[in-house]
Protein backbone atom coordinates (compact mmCIF):
# COMPACT_ATOMS: atom_id res chain seq x y z
CA UNK A 1 0.00 0.00 0.00
CA UNK A 2 1.42 3.28 -0.91
CA UNK A 3 0.85 6.56 1.05
CA UNK A 4 0.19 9.48 -1.27
CA UNK A 5 2.29 11.84 -1.99
CA UNK A 6 2.72 15.19 -0.15
CA UNK A 7 2.21 18.69 -2.22
CA UNK A 8 6.04 19.18 -1.38
CA UNK A 9 7.19 15.87 -2.87
CA UNK A 10 4.87 16.03 -5.82
CA UNK A 11 6.80 19.84 -5.81
CA UNK A 12 10.36 18.27 -5.38
CA UNK A 13 9.45 15.63 -8.02
CA UNK A 14 8.76 17.98 -11.04
CA UNK A 15 11.43 19.91 -10.24
CA UNK A 16 13.46 16.98 -10.12
CA UNK A 17 12.50 16.17 -13.70
CA UNK A 18 12.19 19.35 -14.72
CA UNK A 19 16.36 19.63 -14.03
CA UNK A 20 16.67 15.91 -15.38
CA UNK A 21 15.06 16.82 -19.15
CA UNK A 22 17.05 19.86 -19.68
CA UNK A 23 20.03 19.60 -22.29
CA UNK A 24 23.26 19.57 -20.87
CA UNK A 25 25.42 22.63 -21.15
CA UNK A 26 26.82 24.26 -24.51
CA UNK A 27 30.75 24.82 -24.18
CA UNK A 28 33.12 25.74 -26.47
CA UNK A 29 34.57 22.42 -26.55
CA UNK A 30 37.52 23.71 -29.16
CA UNK A 31 38.56 26.32 -26.58
CA UNK A 32 38.27 23.71 -24.05
CA UNK A 33 40.03 21.01 -25.69
CA UNK A 34 43.00 23.21 -26.88
CA UNK A 35 43.41 24.37 -23.96
CA UNK A 36 43.44 21.09 -22.30
CA UNK A 37 45.37 19.20 -24.65
CA UNK A 38 47.57 22.27 -24.07
CA UNK A 39 48.21 21.81 -20.42
CA UNK A 40 48.06 18.16 -20.63
CA UNK A 41 51.40 18.44 -23.23
CA UNK A 42 53.09 21.08 -20.84
CA UNK A 43 51.93 19.42 -17.58
CA UNK A 44 52.54 15.45 -18.72
CA UNK A 45 56.37 16.30 -17.08
CA UNK A 46 55.14 17.39 -13.58
CA UNK A 47 52.74 15.76 -11.13
CA UNK A 48 50.13 19.11 -11.25
CA UNK A 49 50.08 22.22 -11.06
CA UNK A 50 52.65 23.69 -8.77
CA UNK A 51 51.48 24.45 -5.32
CA UNK A 52 51.93 28.26 -5.82
CA UNK A 53 49.74 28.29 -8.66
CA UNK A 54 47.45 25.97 -6.69
CA UNK A 55 47.47 29.11 -3.90
CA UNK A 56 47.49 32.11 -6.40
CA UNK A 57 43.57 32.20 -7.31
CA UNK A 58 42.25 31.68 -4.02
CA UNK A 59 44.84 34.02 -2.03
CA UNK A 60 44.51 36.99 -4.68
CA UNK A 61 40.31 37.03 -3.93
CA UNK A 62 41.16 36.70 -0.10
CA UNK A 63 43.22 40.10 -0.91
CA UNK A 64 40.43 41.66 -3.35
CA UNK A 65 38.14 43.62 -1.16
CA UNK A 66 40.23 46.60 -0.80
CA UNK A 67 41.15 46.83 -4.25
CA UNK A 68 37.77 47.49 -5.39
CA UNK A 69 38.45 45.35 -8.40
CA UNK A 70 35.28 43.87 -9.92
CA UNK A 71 35.14 40.84 -12.10
CA UNK A 72 31.66 39.86 -14.02
CA UNK A 73 31.10 36.25 -15.15
CA UNK A 74 29.36 36.37 -18.49
CA UNK A 75 25.51 34.73 -18.45
CA UNK A 76 26.47 32.51 -21.52
CA UNK A 77 29.72 31.58 -21.72
CA UNK A 78 30.01 30.46 -25.96
CA UNK A 79 28.34 33.77 -27.06
CA UNK A 80 31.89 35.97 -27.39
CA UNK A 81 30.15 39.26 -27.95
CA UNK A 82 27.32 41.96 -26.59
CA UNK A 83 26.63 39.57 -23.62
CA UNK A 84 24.70 40.76 -20.51
CA UNK A 85 26.45 39.99 -17.64
CA UNK A 86 26.20 39.52 -13.90
CA UNK A 87 28.74 40.55 -11.07
CA UNK A 88 30.43 37.41 -9.50
CA UNK A 89 33.31 38.43 -7.56
CA UNK A 90 35.86 40.52 -5.90
CA UNK A 91 39.33 39.94 -7.44
CA UNK A 92 42.96 40.59 -6.34
CA UNK A 93 45.21 43.32 -6.09
CA UNK A 94 47.97 41.97 -8.66
CA UNK A 95 47.46 41.25 -12.41
CA UNK A 96 44.21 39.25 -12.38
CA UNK A 97 45.11 35.90 -15.21
CA UNK A 98 43.54 37.15 -18.37
CA UNK A 99 43.42 33.08 -19.39
CA UNK A 100 41.31 32.00 -16.81
CA UNK A 101 38.62 34.39 -17.36
CA UNK A 102 35.89 32.97 -18.70
CA UNK A 103 34.92 34.71 -22.08
CA UNK A 104 32.69 37.60 -21.89
CA UNK A 105 33.65 38.06 -18.15
CA UNK A 106 33.91 42.21 -17.54
CA UNK A 107 36.36 43.53 -15.60
CA UNK A 108 35.86 46.89 -13.96
CA UNK A 109 37.61 49.11 -12.05
CA UNK A 110 36.54 51.23 -9.20
CA UNK A 111 39.22 53.76 -7.91
CA UNK A 112 42.27 52.09 -8.53
CA UNK A 113 43.57 51.03 -11.87
CA UNK A 114 43.80 47.15 -12.60
CA UNK A 115 45.94 45.06 -15.02
CA UNK A 116 44.95 41.63 -16.69
CA UNK A 117 47.79 39.55 -18.01
CA UNK A 118 47.94 36.93 -20.59
CA UNK A 119 50.63 35.45 -20.12
CA UNK A 120 53.04 35.55 -23.48
CA UNK A 121 50.53 37.38 -25.38
CA UNK A 122 49.63 40.74 -24.13
CA UNK A 123 49.01 43.16 -20.19
CA UNK A 124 46.42 45.41 -20.59
CA UNK A 125 45.30 47.81 -17.91
CA UNK A 126 42.09 49.00 -17.32
CA UNK A 127 41.74 53.31 -16.07
CA UNK A 128 40.04 54.04 -12.82
CA UNK A 129 36.00 53.33 -13.18
CA UNK A 130 36.68 51.63 -16.84
CA UNK A 131 34.84 48.95 -17.67
CA UNK A 132 36.35 45.97 -20.49
CA UNK A 133 35.70 42.19 -21.19
CA UNK A 134 37.22 39.62 -22.88
CA UNK A 135 35.64 38.77 -25.90
CA UNK A 136 37.95 37.01 -27.78
CA UNK A 137 40.67 34.74 -26.60
CA UNK A 138 41.59 32.82 -29.62
CA UNK A 139 44.13 33.79 -32.47
CA UNK A 140 42.78 37.42 -32.00
CA UNK A 141 42.96 38.13 -28.47
CA UNK A 142 40.00 40.82 -28.02
CA UNK A 143 39.08 43.34 -25.73
CA UNK A 144 35.64 45.40 -25.59
CA UNK A 145 36.18 48.46 -23.87
CA UNK A 146 32.81 49.40 -22.29
CA UNK A 147 33.44 52.67 -20.69
CA UNK A 148 36.82 54.38 -19.34
CA UNK A 149 40.11 53.70 -20.53
CA UNK A 150 42.71 51.24 -20.89
CA UNK A 151 46.55 51.16 -21.60
CA UNK A 152 47.71 47.74 -23.28
CA UNK A 153 51.28 46.13 -23.84
CA UNK A 154 51.66 43.64 -26.32
CA UNK A 155 54.07 41.23 -26.86
CA UNK A 156 55.19 41.29 -30.19
CA UNK A 157 54.11 38.08 -32.51
CA UNK A 158 55.09 36.68 -35.91
CA UNK A 159 51.29 36.88 -36.43
CA UNK A 160 49.24 39.60 -38.27
CA UNK A 161 47.27 40.51 -35.53
CA UNK A 162 47.35 39.56 -32.11
CA UNK A 163 45.26 41.73 -29.65
CA UNK A 164 42.70 44.19 -30.45
CA UNK A 165 40.48 46.49 -28.29
CA UNK A 166 36.68 46.99 -29.41
CA UNK A 167 35.07 50.14 -28.86
CA UNK A 168 31.68 50.34 -30.15
CA UNK A 169 32.10 49.47 -33.33
CA UNK A 170 35.43 50.76 -33.80
CA UNK A 171 38.45 48.15 -33.43
CA UNK A 172 41.81 49.23 -32.53
CA UNK A 173 44.65 46.19 -33.47
CA UNK A 174 48.09 45.93 -32.47
CA UNK A 175 50.74 44.00 -33.60
CA UNK A 176 53.29 44.28 -30.96
CA UNK A 177 53.13 47.49 -29.03
CA UNK A 178 52.06 49.61 -26.21
CA UNK A 179 49.21 52.35 -26.24
CA UNK A 180 46.30 53.83 -24.64
CA UNK A 181 42.47 53.68 -25.67
CA UNK A 182 39.87 55.66 -24.38
CA UNK A 183 36.20 55.16 -24.49
CA UNK A 184 34.31 59.10 -24.32
CA UNK A 185 30.44 59.72 -25.13
CA UNK A 186 31.21 59.57 -28.52
CA UNK A 187 34.50 58.92 -29.67
CA UNK A 188 37.33 56.61 -29.14
CA UNK A 189 40.63 58.11 -28.68
CA UNK A 190 43.91 56.23 -28.89
CA UNK A 191 47.69 57.07 -28.31
CA UNK A 192 50.49 54.77 -29.53
CA UNK A 193 53.49 54.73 -27.05
CA UNK A 194 54.92 52.17 -29.22
CA UNK A 195 54.73 49.97 -32.14
CA UNK A 196 52.04 50.60 -35.31
CA UNK A 197 48.24 50.58 -34.08
CA UNK A 198 45.85 50.00 -36.95
CA UNK A 199 42.20 51.70 -36.27
CA UNK A 200 39.26 50.01 -38.21
CA UNK A 201 35.88 49.12 -38.04
CA UNK A 202 35.00 46.11 -36.59
CA UNK A 203 32.59 44.35 -39.27
CA UNK A 204 35.55 44.71 -41.73
CA UNK A 205 39.09 44.12 -40.12
CA UNK A 206 41.06 42.36 -43.06
CA UNK A 207 42.70 46.38 -43.79
CA UNK A 208 43.23 48.77 -41.96
CA UNK A 209 41.53 52.25 -42.04
CA UNK A 210 44.03 54.09 -39.86
CA UNK A 211 47.83 53.19 -38.69
CA UNK A 212 49.14 54.94 -36.07
CA UNK A 213 52.62 54.45 -35.24
CA UNK A 214 55.26 55.75 -31.80
CA UNK A 215 54.05 59.21 -31.18
CA UNK A 216 50.96 59.64 -32.84
CA UNK A 217 47.25 59.37 -31.40
CA UNK A 218 44.04 59.74 -33.37
CA UNK A 219 40.31 60.50 -32.55
CA UNK A 220 37.56 58.26 -34.08
CA UNK A 221 34.32 57.92 -34.36
CA UNK A 222 32.48 54.60 -32.69
CA UNK A 223 31.45 52.85 -35.88
CA UNK A 224 35.38 53.22 -36.96
CA UNK A 225 35.10 54.71 -40.02
CA UNK A 226 35.59 58.05 -39.38
CA UNK A 227 38.35 59.81 -37.39
CA UNK A 228 41.74 62.12 -37.26
CA UNK A 229 45.03 61.63 -36.52
CA UNK A 230 48.06 63.62 -35.16
CA UNK A 231 51.17 62.41 -35.20
CA UNK A 232 53.16 59.83 -37.04
CA UNK A 233 50.17 58.17 -38.67
CA UNK A 234 48.88 57.39 -41.96
CA UNK A 235 45.58 57.22 -43.28
CA UNK A 236 44.69 54.09 -45.64
CA UNK A 237 41.59 54.50 -47.70
CA UNK A 238 39.67 51.06 -49.07
CA UNK A 239 37.64 50.57 -51.90
CA UNK A 240 35.71 47.55 -52.33
CA UNK A 241 36.70 44.72 -54.46
CA UNK A 242 40.18 42.20 -55.14
CA UNK A 243 42.29 45.13 -54.33
CA UNK A 244 41.45 46.74 -50.71
CA UNK A 245 44.22 49.83 -50.51
CA UNK A 246 43.82 52.36 -53.00
CA UNK A 247 45.29 55.45 -51.57
CA UNK A 248 47.37 56.43 -49.25
CA UNK A 249 48.23 59.56 -47.35
CA UNK A 250 50.42 60.20 -44.08
CA UNK A 251 49.90 62.23 -41.48
CA UNK A 252 53.14 63.40 -40.44
CA UNK A 253 54.38 66.24 -41.26
CA UNK A 254 51.95 67.62 -42.57
CA UNK A 255 47.87 67.23 -41.70
CA UNK A 256 46.20 63.85 -42.46
CA UNK A 257 45.47 64.50 -46.23
CA UNK A 258 42.79 61.68 -46.89
CA UNK A 259 41.58 60.94 -50.57
CA UNK A 260 37.60 60.50 -50.75
CA UNK A 261 36.83 58.29 -53.06
CA UNK A 262 33.25 58.01 -54.00
CA UNK A 263 33.17 53.93 -54.17
CA UNK A 264 35.48 54.29 -50.93
CA UNK A 265 33.08 52.86 -47.60
CA UNK A 266 35.60 54.40 -45.39
CA UNK A 267 35.12 58.18 -44.32
CA UNK A 268 38.16 60.06 -43.75
CA UNK A 269 38.61 62.83 -41.57
CA UNK A 270 41.39 65.10 -40.98
CA UNK A 271 43.00 66.77 -38.39
CA UNK A 272 45.61 69.93 -37.70
CA UNK A 273 48.38 68.40 -36.15
CA UNK A 274 48.30 70.43 -33.01
CA UNK A 275 46.86 70.68 -30.69
CA UNK A 276 44.94 66.89 -29.83
CA UNK A 277 44.05 67.59 -25.98
CA UNK A 278 41.23 66.00 -26.80
CA UNK A 279 41.82 65.78 -30.74
CA UNK A 280 39.76 68.18 -32.81
CA UNK A 281 38.00 66.46 -35.62
CA UNK A 282 37.75 68.50 -38.81
CA UNK A 283 35.93 67.95 -42.42
CA UNK A 284 37.35 65.87 -44.86
CA UNK A 285 39.90 66.77 -47.14
CA UNK A 286 39.89 66.68 -51.10
CA UNK A 287 42.49 64.51 -52.85
CA UNK A 288 45.90 65.79 -53.32
CA UNK A 289 46.63 65.65 -57.12
CA UNK A 290 50.66 65.88 -56.57
CA UNK A 291 50.94 62.60 -55.37
CA UNK A 292 51.81 59.46 -57.54
CA UNK A 293 48.82 57.88 -59.38
CA UNK A 294 47.17 55.54 -57.63
CA UNK A 295 48.23 52.77 -60.35
CA UNK A 296 51.74 53.91 -60.09
CA UNK A 297 51.46 52.93 -56.32
CA UNK A 298 49.99 50.02 -56.83
CA UNK A 299 52.41 48.67 -59.32
CA UNK A 300 55.49 50.46 -56.53
CA UNK A 301 53.83 48.17 -53.97
CA UNK A 302 53.65 44.68 -55.60
CA UNK A 303 57.05 44.97 -56.70
CA UNK A 304 57.78 45.86 -53.00
CA UNK A 305 55.30 43.36 -51.81
CA UNK A 306 57.47 40.27 -54.19
CA UNK A 307 61.07 41.78 -53.53
CA UNK A 308 60.20 41.58 -49.70
CA UNK A 309 58.83 37.99 -50.11
CA UNK A 310 61.86 36.96 -52.12
CA UNK A 311 64.65 38.32 -49.32
CA UNK A 312 62.34 36.29 -46.68
CA UNK A 313 62.65 33.18 -48.12
CA UNK A 314 66.20 33.86 -49.36
CA UNK A 315 67.58 34.35 -46.24
CA UNK A 316 66.23 31.40 -44.70
CA UNK A 317 68.36 28.99 -42.78
CA UNK A 318 67.46 25.65 -43.77
CA UNK A 319 65.16 24.42 -42.21
CA UNK A 320 61.66 22.42 -42.23
CA UNK A 321 59.70 24.65 -39.99
CA UNK A 322 57.51 27.28 -41.23
CA UNK A 323 57.61 30.57 -40.18
CA UNK A 324 55.59 33.46 -41.15
CA UNK A 325 55.77 36.76 -40.23
CA UNK A 326 53.68 40.01 -40.33
CA UNK A 327 55.36 43.68 -40.29
CA UNK A 328 54.39 47.06 -41.54
CA UNK A 329 56.51 48.36 -44.32
CA UNK A 330 56.73 52.34 -44.55
CA UNK A 331 57.87 53.84 -47.65
CA UNK A 332 58.07 57.60 -47.88
CA UNK A 333 58.68 58.19 -51.97
CA UNK A 334 60.23 62.02 -52.71
CA UNK A 335 59.06 64.44 -55.44
CA UNK A 336 61.49 62.67 -57.69
CA UNK A 337 60.10 59.51 -57.33
CA UNK A 338 62.82 57.93 -55.78
CA UNK A 339 62.21 56.05 -52.60
CA UNK A 340 63.32 58.18 -49.53
CA UNK A 341 63.50 55.82 -46.91
CA UNK A 342 61.66 52.63 -45.42
CA UNK A 343 60.90 51.12 -42.48
CA UNK A 344 59.58 48.23 -41.15
CA UNK A 345 57.34 48.37 -37.65
CA UNK A 346 57.77 45.78 -35.97
CA UNK A 347 61.36 45.16 -37.22
CA UNK A 348 62.44 42.32 -39.37
CA UNK A 349 65.61 40.28 -39.48
CA UNK A 350 68.27 42.46 -39.73
CA UNK A 351 69.43 40.40 -42.82
CA UNK A 352 65.86 40.30 -44.12
CA UNK A 353 65.82 44.01 -43.89
CA UNK A 354 69.23 44.87 -45.47
CA UNK A 355 67.76 43.09 -48.31
CA UNK A 356 64.61 44.34 -48.53
CA UNK A 357 66.08 48.22 -48.18
CA UNK A 358 68.99 47.51 -51.06
CA UNK A 359 66.20 46.20 -53.56
CA UNK A 360 63.53 48.93 -52.54
CA UNK A 361 66.00 51.64 -53.08
CA UNK A 362 66.23 50.32 -56.90
CA UNK A 363 62.28 51.34 -57.11
CA UNK A 364 61.43 54.27 -58.72
CA UNK A 365 57.50 56.04 -58.93
CA UNK A 366 56.69 58.71 -61.34
CA UNK A 367 57.40 61.97 -60.19
CA UNK A 368 55.02 64.23 -58.31
CA UNK A 369 54.93 67.27 -56.35
CA UNK A 370 54.95 66.03 -52.96
CA UNK A 371 55.85 62.81 -53.38
CA UNK A 372 54.17 60.40 -50.56
CA UNK A 373 54.40 57.91 -47.83
CA UNK A 374 52.33 54.63 -47.56
CA UNK A 375 52.18 51.58 -45.62
CA UNK A 376 51.75 48.13 -46.55
CA UNK A 377 51.05 45.20 -43.47
CA UNK A 378 53.26 42.49 -45.50
CA UNK A 379 52.98 38.62 -44.30
CA UNK A 380 55.75 37.21 -44.99
CA UNK A 381 56.12 33.47 -45.05
CA UNK A 382 58.82 30.62 -45.78
CA UNK B 1 39.29 -5.88 -25.90
CA UNK B 2 36.59 -3.04 -25.84
CA UNK B 3 37.34 0.36 -28.29
CA UNK B 4 37.24 1.88 -25.15
CA UNK B 5 39.46 -0.34 -23.24
CA UNK B 6 42.30 0.24 -25.91
CA UNK B 7 41.55 3.80 -26.14
CA UNK B 8 42.15 3.73 -22.20
CA UNK B 9 45.66 1.55 -22.59
CA UNK B 10 46.83 3.99 -25.12
CA UNK B 11 46.04 6.99 -23.33
CA UNK B 12 47.84 5.16 -20.33
CA UNK B 13 50.89 4.45 -22.43
CA UNK B 14 50.75 8.23 -23.15
CA UNK B 15 48.57 8.65 -26.72
CA UNK B 16 47.89 12.48 -26.97
CA UNK B 17 45.44 11.15 -29.72
CA UNK B 18 43.63 8.35 -27.78
CA UNK B 19 43.51 10.80 -24.53
CA UNK B 20 41.45 13.60 -26.86
CA UNK B 21 39.18 10.91 -27.76
CA UNK B 22 38.21 10.04 -24.73
CA UNK B 23 37.79 13.69 -23.98
CA UNK B 24 35.20 13.62 -27.18
CA UNK B 25 33.74 10.99 -25.81
CA UNK B 26 32.95 11.75 -22.38
CA UNK B 27 32.84 15.34 -22.18
CA UNK B 28 29.47 16.23 -22.63
CA UNK B 29 28.52 13.61 -19.13
CA UNK B 30 31.39 15.32 -17.33
CA UNK B 31 29.98 18.83 -18.43
CA UNK B 32 26.72 18.12 -17.77
CA UNK B 33 27.29 16.70 -13.97
CA UNK B 34 29.31 19.86 -13.77
CA UNK B 35 26.65 21.84 -14.33
CA UNK B 36 23.91 20.10 -12.03
CA UNK B 37 26.43 19.90 -9.25
CA UNK B 38 27.23 22.97 -9.41
CA UNK B 39 23.87 25.19 -10.87
CA UNK B 40 26.28 26.60 -13.86
CA UNK B 41 28.96 28.56 -12.39
CA UNK B 42 31.09 30.82 -14.64
CA UNK B 43 34.11 28.56 -14.30
CA UNK B 44 32.60 25.43 -15.56
CA UNK B 45 34.78 25.07 -18.52
CA UNK B 46 37.57 25.52 -16.18
CA UNK B 47 36.48 22.91 -13.86
CA UNK B 48 35.57 20.46 -16.69
CA UNK B 49 38.96 20.90 -18.13
CA UNK B 50 40.32 20.29 -14.52
CA UNK B 51 38.72 17.24 -14.78
CA UNK B 52 40.00 15.78 -17.80
CA UNK B 53 43.01 17.01 -16.86
CA UNK B 54 43.17 15.15 -13.54
CA UNK B 55 41.93 12.02 -15.50
CA UNK B 56 45.23 12.54 -18.04
CA UNK B 57 47.29 12.22 -14.81
CA UNK B 58 45.50 9.76 -12.97
CA UNK B 59 44.63 7.23 -15.46
CA UNK B 60 47.11 5.10 -14.64
CA UNK B 61 45.06 4.16 -11.51
CA UNK B 62 42.82 3.20 -13.40
CA UNK B 63 42.53 -0.82 -13.23
CA UNK B 64 39.41 -1.69 -14.79
CA UNK B 65 37.92 -2.71 -11.44
CA UNK B 66 34.63 -0.27 -12.34
CA UNK B 67 32.89 1.37 -15.33
CA UNK B 68 35.29 3.58 -16.68
CA UNK B 69 32.39 5.88 -16.24
CA UNK B 70 32.11 5.05 -12.70
CA UNK B 71 35.67 6.16 -12.48
CA UNK B 72 35.55 9.16 -14.72
CA UNK B 73 32.43 10.14 -12.38
CA UNK B 74 34.65 9.98 -9.55
CA UNK B 75 37.35 11.56 -10.43
CA UNK B 76 34.43 14.33 -11.32
CA UNK B 77 32.89 14.55 -8.00
CA UNK B 78 36.32 15.16 -6.39
CA UNK B 79 37.46 18.03 -8.70
CA UNK B 80 33.79 19.31 -8.26
CA UNK B 81 34.13 19.25 -4.20
CA UNK B 82 37.91 20.46 -4.19
CA UNK B 83 36.57 23.27 -6.23
CA UNK B 84 33.42 23.94 -4.18
CA UNK B 85 36.39 24.12 -0.92
CA UNK B 86 38.14 26.82 -3.07
CA UNK B 87 35.47 28.81 -3.54
CA UNK B 88 34.21 29.15 -0.14
CA UNK B 89 37.42 31.11 0.08
CA UNK B 90 36.57 33.87 -2.31
CA UNK B 91 34.09 36.22 -1.39
CA UNK B 92 31.43 36.20 -3.45
CA UNK B 93 28.97 39.70 -4.35
CA UNK B 94 25.80 38.88 -5.66
CA UNK B 95 24.33 36.76 -9.12
CA UNK B 96 22.22 39.08 -10.75
CA UNK B 97 18.74 36.70 -11.78
CA UNK B 98 19.73 35.75 -15.22
CA UNK B 99 16.73 33.76 -16.08
CA UNK B 100 14.91 35.96 -18.25
CA UNK B 101 17.80 35.59 -20.95
CA UNK B 102 18.21 33.09 -23.48
CA UNK B 103 21.37 31.42 -24.93
CA UNK B 104 21.58 34.92 -27.21
CA UNK B 105 21.21 37.27 -24.54
CA UNK B 106 17.33 37.84 -26.19
CA UNK B 107 13.81 37.44 -23.80
CA UNK B 108 12.57 34.43 -23.85
CA UNK B 109 8.73 33.53 -23.84
CA UNK B 110 7.05 33.65 -20.17
CA UNK B 111 6.94 29.98 -19.86
CA UNK B 112 10.61 29.15 -20.53
CA UNK B 113 11.60 32.75 -18.17
CA UNK B 114 9.07 30.70 -15.39
CA UNK B 115 10.96 27.55 -15.79
CA UNK B 116 14.59 28.94 -15.88
CA UNK B 117 13.50 30.59 -12.94
CA UNK B 118 12.06 27.38 -11.51
CA UNK B 119 15.32 25.63 -12.43
CA UNK B 120 17.55 28.60 -10.82
CA UNK B 121 15.97 28.79 -7.77
CA UNK B 122 16.47 24.49 -7.34
CA UNK B 123 19.87 25.09 -8.28
CA UNK B 124 19.79 27.65 -5.10
CA UNK B 125 18.09 24.77 -3.18
CA UNK B 126 20.62 22.12 -3.64
CA UNK B 127 23.30 24.85 -3.19
CA UNK B 128 22.26 24.04 0.42
CA UNK B 129 22.64 20.70 0.75
CA UNK B 130 25.86 19.82 2.70
CA UNK B 131 28.46 18.54 -0.25
CA UNK B 132 28.11 14.59 0.76
CA UNK B 133 24.09 14.60 0.46
CA UNK B 134 24.16 17.16 -2.80
CA UNK B 135 26.60 14.49 -4.09
CA UNK B 136 24.60 11.43 -4.04
CA UNK B 137 21.23 13.48 -4.71
CA UNK B 138 22.38 14.31 -7.84
CA UNK B 139 24.06 10.85 -8.66
CA UNK B 140 20.85 9.10 -8.17
CA UNK B 141 17.85 11.89 -8.97
CA UNK B 142 19.70 13.43 -11.75
CA UNK B 143 22.01 11.22 -13.34
CA UNK B 144 20.20 7.76 -12.66
CA UNK B 145 22.97 6.13 -10.66
CA UNK B 146 22.05 3.37 -8.41
CA UNK B 147 22.79 3.41 -4.83
CA UNK B 148 25.23 0.94 -5.53
CA UNK B 149 27.13 2.76 -7.92
CA UNK B 150 27.49 6.01 -6.39
CA UNK B 151 28.70 3.50 -3.16
CA UNK B 152 31.78 3.17 -5.41
CA UNK B 153 31.56 7.20 -7.10
CA UNK B 154 31.49 8.66 -3.93
CA UNK B 155 33.94 5.70 -1.72
CA UNK B 156 31.06 5.14 1.03
CA UNK B 157 29.06 1.84 1.98
CA UNK B 158 25.71 1.47 0.00
CA UNK B 159 23.81 1.96 3.44
CA UNK B 160 25.42 5.08 3.89
CA UNK B 161 24.44 6.28 0.34
CA UNK B 162 21.18 5.56 1.12
CA UNK B 163 20.86 7.40 4.35
CA UNK B 164 22.44 10.48 2.62
CA UNK B 165 20.03 10.17 -0.23
CA UNK B 166 17.12 9.68 2.57
CA UNK B 167 18.18 12.83 4.68
CA UNK B 168 18.83 15.27 1.01
CA UNK B 169 15.12 14.20 0.21
CA UNK B 170 14.37 14.89 3.29
CA UNK B 171 16.10 18.61 4.12
CA UNK B 172 15.15 19.47 0.38
CA UNK B 173 11.17 18.92 0.78
CA UNK B 174 11.48 21.23 4.44
CA UNK B 175 13.50 24.05 2.47
CA UNK B 176 11.03 24.02 -0.35
CA UNK B 177 8.33 24.05 2.52
CA UNK B 178 10.09 26.75 4.58
CA UNK B 179 11.63 29.39 2.14
CA UNK B 180 8.93 31.56 1.20
CA UNK B 181 11.41 32.41 -2.21
CA UNK B 182 10.80 28.67 -3.14
CA UNK B 183 7.15 28.34 -2.22
CA UNK B 184 6.15 30.59 -5.16
CA UNK B 185 8.09 27.81 -7.36
CA UNK B 186 6.31 25.08 -5.43
CA UNK B 187 3.06 26.72 -6.15
CA UNK B 188 3.82 26.72 -9.73
CA UNK B 189 4.79 23.54 -10.20
CA UNK B 190 1.72 21.90 -8.23
CA UNK B 191 -0.38 24.09 -10.24
CA UNK B 192 1.07 22.77 -13.37
CA UNK B 193 0.97 18.94 -11.94
CA UNK B 194 -2.77 19.74 -10.86
CA UNK B 195 -3.48 20.79 -14.73
CA UNK B 196 -1.86 18.47 -16.34
CA UNK B 197 -3.58 15.34 -13.83
CA UNK B 198 -7.13 17.19 -14.98
CA UNK B 199 -6.29 16.79 -18.60
CA UNK B 200 -5.53 13.29 -18.41
CA UNK B 201 -9.10 12.68 -16.00
CA UNK B 202 -10.73 14.66 -19.08
CA UNK B 203 -9.06 12.45 -21.73
CA UNK B 204 -9.93 9.04 -20.21
Known amino acids: MSRERTPEEQALDSLVSE ?17 LMNEARSGSSNAGPSFFARLRLPLAALAAVATGVFVFAPRHLPTPVELPSKPLAQVQHGPIDGDRLALGTRVSAAN ?5 EHAGRARW ?8 AVVDDGQFLTVRLESGALSASVVPQPKPETFAVEVGGTRVAVHGTAFRVERTADRVLVEVTEGVVAVEPTSTHSDPSFLLRRGSRGSFGLDGRTGSVEGNASVVVHERGPKSHREIAQAKPAPAQAPKASSAPVAVETAPPEPVTPPAVTASTPVVPEQPS ?10 AVDLMNRCFRETAQS ?3 RISVSTGMTLSIAGDGSVQSVTFEPPLAPDVEDCGVAGLRQLTFTKSISGATFTRILELKR | MTELSELIERCKAGDGLAFREVFRCHRADVARLVQRMTGRPADLEDIVQEVFLQVYRSIKDFRGQSRFSTWLYRVTVNVVLMQRRAAKSR ?3 HEAPDEAFGADGHDLPDDQVARARRVSAFYRLLDRLSDKKRAVFVLHELEGLSPSEIAKIVSAPVLTVRTRLFYARRELLALLRDEPALEVV ?6 EVEASSSLEREST
Open chain 1, 19 to 35: LRELPGPNLDWARVEAR
Open chain 1, 112 to 116: QQVSV
Open chain 1, 125 to 132: TLEPHATA
Open chain 1, 294 to 303: IADIETGVSS
Open chain 1, 319 to 321: SDV
Open chain 2, 91 to 93: PVL
Open chain 2, 186 to 191: AREVLS
